[in-house]
């Protein structure tokens, strides 16, 4: 039987087109980090695992960003109990995930789950990626089944009665390796409650010191005494030079090695020590920025990954690259005065700019969808007008005779559809 419904086409040649209809049409919602302590913002109270930010900021920054891009009607939201009803007040078609979650375990998968359960696209990581991305430990597990390089490394299981099977996992991962060691929570942000410990003695202590922040397990790694560097990578689409770009695999770029002060072993929490100009510097080695720009991709593509992560590595006596960690919500501060984020500082670099960067996560996700995914998000297809330009015309019913016609024809052999006029 001949279908009669019109069926959406659509080529990323039709993209700016795409994107300039959504910009009066669409409704965009930047959503923060809801506070645990504002009235009605939750049920109870609870523990966050990972330490609390709104990243408020930020999403206004985004939230700017677009506005200035063209995008008529961007909602700041919070993720608290109160989302789901503004989502609908404000009728949203489309958000971007600026928040790492309020409180309880995995709190940076509770948006994106929440958005996928009412039916709103996102830029941001589905919840098994953003969970995944946020745990370190599972992370790095996953790494080490892949192949990727990463520190040797062990979880510390905090529960009572784990002592016996924890030192064997110890002695497995690192042998006679005497320290130093890094100790961290198994899910965190900023470098907040990292520890570098100079040898097993102290090892104990350190553990209960990061429990007791995060009531977690804890990660301990083995310290790498060479360069630290960072390195973003996002989807295959991006704005650049007033175009959209699609080349064939991700795009990797800010290749930065952070700049340690002669008191630091490790990089500093940026809440104690701001990101700035000098604190960072752009990889001029060909061979450094391969490396990177290969592992970066390599990620990329073996977590099947749709929006940007920033990736933090270091090496090791040999100069030999190791990843240490994801971070799933990278900040995008808008840069000035001095001061930057680990993924805007490559920008100029790469012939991008700020909004560059806004608009490309934008446009990958859409381009995604509408390539992809457009059977399921139908929303969005009716607000691209006109219409008729993504649509491959339906066919004519065909009429009683030429049905019989066609009917024979099938039995002789030829199965082609008859044109109708």
Same mark, same amino acid.
């Not at 990089?267 to 990101?275: A, G, H, V």
């Not at 012939?351 to 969808?369: E, M, Q, W």
């Given at each position: 039987?001949?279908?009669?419904?019109?069926?959406?086409?659509?080529?990323?040649?039709?993209?700016?087109?795409?994107?300039?209809?959504?910009?009066?049409?669409?409704?965009?919602?930047?959503?923060?980090?809801?506070?645990?302590?504002?009235?009605?913002?939750?049920?109870?109270?609870?523990?966050?695992?990972?330490?609390?930010?709104?990243?408020?900021?930020?999403?206004?920054?985004?939230?700017?960003?677009?506005?200035?891009?063209?995008?008529?009607?961007?909602?700041?939201?919070?993720?608290?109990?109160?989302?789901?009803?503004?989502?609908?007040?404000?009728?949203?078609?489309?958000?971007?995930?600026?928040?790492?979650?309020?409180?309880?375990?995995?709190?940076?998968?509770?948006?994106?789950?929440?958005?996928?359960?009412?039916?709103?696209?996102?830029?941001?990581?589905?919840?098994?990626?953003?969970?995944?991305?946020?745990?370190?430990?599972?992370?790095?597990?996953?790494?080490?089944?892949?192949?990727?390089?990463?520190?040797?490394?062990?979880?510390?299981?905090?529960?009572?009665?784990?002592?016996?099977?924890?030192?064997?996992?110890?002695?497995?991962?690192?042998?006679?390796?005497?320290?130093?060691?890094?100790?961290?929570?198994?899910?965190?942000?900023?470098?907040?409650?990292?520890?570098?410990?100079?040898?097993?003695?102290?090892?104990?202590?350190?553990?209960?010191?990061?429990?007791?922040?995060?009531?977690?397990?804890?990660?301990?790694?083995?310290?790498?005494?060479?360069?630290?560097?960072?390195?973003?990578?996002?989807?295959?689409?991006?704005?650049?030079?007033?175009?959209?770009?699609?080349?064939?695999?991700?795009?990797?770029?800010?290749?930065?090695?952070?700049?340690?002060?002669?008191?630091?072993?490790?990089?500093?929490?940026?809440?104690?020590?701001?990101?700035?100009?000098?604190?960072?510097?752009?990889?001029?080695?060909?061979? @450094? #920025? %391969?490396?990177?720009?290969?592992? &970066?991709?390599?990620?990329?593509? /073996?977590?099947? $990954?749709?929006?940007?992560?920033?990736?933090?590595?270091?090496?090791?006596?040999?100069?030999?690259?190791?990843?240490?960690?994801?971070?799933?919500?990278?900040?995008?501060?808008?840069?000035?005065?001095?001061?930057?984020?680990?993924?805007?500082?490559?920008?100029?670099?790469?012939?991008?700019?700020?909004?560059?960067?806004?608009?490309?996560?934008?446009?990958?996700?859409?381009?995604?969808?509408?390539?992809?995914?457009?059977?399921?998000?139908?929303?969005? @297809? #009716? %607000?691209?007008?006109?219409?008729? &330009?993504?649509?491959?015309?339906? /066919?004519?019913? $065909?009429?009683?005779?030429?049905?019989?016609?066609?009917?024979?024809?099938?039995?002789?052999?030829?199965?082609?559809?008859?044109?109708?006029?």
């Amino acid at each position: 039987m001949v279908n009669t419904d019109p069926k959406f086409q659509y080529e990323f040649n039709l993209l700016p087109q795409t994107i300039d209809t959504l910009k009066t049409a669409m409704r965009i919602a930047v959503i923060y980090g809801g506070n645990k302590t504002e009235p009605g913002a939750v049920l109870n109270q609870g523990h966050n695992s990972r330490p609390y930010k709104s990243y408020e900021k930020v999403a206004a920054d985004i939230q700017t960003a677009l506005f200035e891009l063209g995008f008529e009607h961007v909602f700041l939201l919070a993720d608290d109990l109160t989302l789901p009803q503004e989502l609908q007040a404000a009728q949203i078609d489309f958000a971007w995930v600026n928040s790492c979650g309020v409180q309880g375990l995995n709190p940076a998968a509770h948006t994106p789950a929440m958005l996928e359960m009412m039916g709103i696209p996102y830029v941001g990581h589905n919840p098994l990626n953003a969970t995944l991305l946020d745990n370190k430990h599972v992370f790095k597990n996953e790494l080490a089944a892949l192949g990727l390089p990463t520190a040797p490394f062990m979880t510390w299981n905090t529960t009572p009665g784990m002592l016996g099977l924890n030192i064997e996992c110890f002695k497995r991962s690192f042998g006679e390796y005497p320290g130093p060691f890094i100790v961290k929570p198994i899910s965190g942000r900023a470098s907040l409650h990292v520890h570098v410990v100079p040898d097993r003695s102290e090892l104990t202590d350190v553990i209960s010191e990061v429990h007791a922040h995060t009531l977690q397990n804890v990660l301990i790694e083995q310290y790498l005494p060479g360069r630290e560097y960072a390195v973003s990578v996002c989807g295959n689409v991006r704005h650049q030079n007033g175009e959209f770009v699609k080349q064939t695999g991700p795009f990797a770029f800010s290749m930065i090695e952070r700049v340690l002060a002669d008191d630091e072993q490790i990089f500093t929490s940026m809440d104690k020590r701001k990101i700035t100009n000098d604190r960072v510097r752009l990889i001029d080695d060909p061979i @450094i #920025k %391969l490396q990177l720009k290969e592992i &970066a991709q390599n990620v990329f593509r /073996a977590f099947s $990954l749709r929006t940007l992560i920033r990736l933090d590595l270091r090496a090791d006596e040999s100069g030999n690259l190791a990843i240490l960690e994801a971070n799933p919500k990278p900040d995008l501060k808008r840069p000035g005065q001095g001061v930057t984020s680990l993924t805007a500082y490559g920008l100029e670099a790469e012939n991008l700019t700020y909004h560059d960067l806004i608009l490309s996560l934008v446009a990958d996700r859409l381009d995604y969808l509408f390539s992809q995914r457009s059977n399921v998000w139908p929303h969005l @297809i #009716k %607000l691209i007008k006109p219409v008729d &330009a993504f649509m491959i015309p339906a /066919a004519k019913p $065909l009429a009683h005779n030429e049905f019989e016609e066609w009917e024979t024809e099938k039995e002789m052999g030829n199965t082609a559809v008859p044109s109708v006029n």
